[in-house]
């Protein structure tokens, strides 16, 4: 039998004219980014290995890194708008992944500050120069490898901590909107929070010299008692200044700051920002699930509250740790049930206490410039406040505050009322209610 045999067919060849195709470095890092974010742990090394191996060209690998870096930063620059600040990016990172994406973001945000267009006010320039944010490298193509160099990791883990730092940045909500960003209309001409203070600065010289010096003390009696004085001489310049700003023609809003509140035990430093507000003519909202208590004030009210709360939180672990060692043996409770409870009553107690220096000082004032105009000032601008609250946070809930170590409560009591805070000889502050939880 005799059987036709086809004809072969050629092999194919490339043509060395035709090119290969080259892997994009944006689409790497997309990938990447969307492997991380779903739940296939495989997929997301998979993805991991493709960005190690770049594109295989000679530049493969700078060529990825400046593709995260510029996604990276167009993902800062969105969340400017969105009412993220530089401080407020720099605590959440550093909260959620720790320092050293934090110190990526920040060279992130002094990329995006270079690029940025428009007017810039000077509070953001000056939160960046706080957080050491800037411009120390050459080519845009060479920062991941830098940092990687300046942080000791690997390339692996490098690009694993940028990945995981852009998901964060990309996933990150709106929030209130404190003060108008850079490139938008008012930025120019905003000022720092407190920036009416800033004639005051001698006081606020003397508070920080005050509250130093409470900070330093072994003696609890002395720490508050220079506490109090620090809160009498922020009460007068806060009614001074509200008397100056009664008499001019101006159209200012109450602005912001925001406060963290990070663990452990977040709710109770929250509960001391909102004493320390309240005392000082503020509102406080806490947004547990971002670390931070938002204070809502005129300028100087918001460095008050700024320097007294960083000031308290430092008096209050250290009454805290004192306490500990005061605690009678075989107690039974768990530590950290024992300081949350002290921390709580710590707050609420040194919370009346400033009150009541405020209020000495509102009395005294108004004896001096009549309380006929003293009053409705103060009263207008504590209106202006709770507007700007409503504004900003329509759908603000209250938390109920629970106690469960009763000895832990008593033992806070005491540790912020072994000195009597009063100045002005008003009456003497009121029990602080609340039944310890048997839980």
Not at 88 to 98: A, C, F, I, S, Y
Not at 215 to 230: D, M, R
Not at 272 to 289: G, I, P
Not at 368 to 374: D, I
Request: hydrophobic share 45%; charged share 25%; aromatic share 4%.
């Amino acid at each position: 039998m005799i059987m036709e045999l086809g004809r072969p067919e050629p092999l194919r060849q490339r043509n060395p004219q035709e090119e290969v195709h080259v892997p994009d470095p944006d689409e790497l890092v997309a990938d990447a980014l969307a492997a991380v974010r779903g739940t296939d742990v495989r997929q997301a090394e998979r993805q991991l290995d493709r960005l190690m191996v770049g594109s295989g060209a000679a530049d493969g690998a700078a060529a990825v890194d400046a593709a995260l870096l510029r996604r990276l930063v167009r993902g800062v620059a969105r969340l400017w708008p969105r009412g993220w600040q530089p401080a407020d990016l720099d605590r959440l990172t550093t909260r959620r992944l720790g320092a050293r994406p934090a110190r990526l973001v920040r060279d992130a945000m002094a990329a995006q500050r270079r690029e940025q267009a428009g007017p810039v006010p000077a509070w953001w320039d000056e939160q960046l120069r706080e957080l050491a944010a800037e411009v120390w490298w050459d080519d845009d193509r060479n920062v991941l490898a830098g940092w990687s160099v300046r942080e000791g990791l690997d390339r692996v883990d490098a690009l694993r901590a940028a990945v995981d730092t852009l998901v964060l940045v990309e996933s990150l909500p709106p929030i209130a909107v404190l003060r108008p960003p850079p490139g938008t209309t008012g930025a120019a001409a905003a000022s720092r929070p407190g920036g009416a203070a800033r004639s005051g600065s001698g006081m606020l010289d003397r508070v920080r010299a005050l509250l130093a010096k409470a900070e330093s003390t072994t003696f609890p009696a002395e720490a508050e008692a220079l506490t109090a004085k620090a809160q009498e001489l922020i009460a007068r310049h806060s009614i001074d200044e509200a008397l100056v700003a009664a008499g001019a023609d101006r159209g200012d809003l109450p602005g912001g700051v925001r406060l963290g509140t990070d663990a452990p035990y977040a709710g109770a430093k929250a509960l001391l920002v909102q004493e320390v507000a309240a005392a000082n003519r503020c509102e406080a909202v806490w947004s547990d699930d971002l670390g931070f208590a938002t204070v809502l004030g005129w300028p100087a009210d918001l460095v008050a509250v700024e320097l007294l709360y960083t000031s308290l939180l430092v008096q209050a672990t250290a009454a805290m740790l004192r306490g500990r060692a005061e605690r009678r043996p075989g107690s039974g409770r768990r530590t950290k049930v024992w300081d949350e409870s002290f921390l709580n009553a710590f707050a609420l107690r040194i919370g009346e206490r400033l009150r009541a220096t405020t209020e000495a000082a509102d009395r005294a004032a108004a004896e001096t410039a009549g309380p006929e105009r003293l009053l409705p000032v103060l009263a207008a601008r504590g209106e202006a406040v709770r507007e700007r609250l409503d504004t900003l946070f329509p759908g603000v809930t209250r938390h109920r505050l629970s106690v469960r170590d009763a000895e832990g409560w008593s033992s806070g009591t005491s540790a912020a009322d072994r000195a009597s805070l009063d100045v002005g000889g008003g009456p003497p502050p009121r029990q602080v209610p609340g039944r310890p939880d048997p839980r």
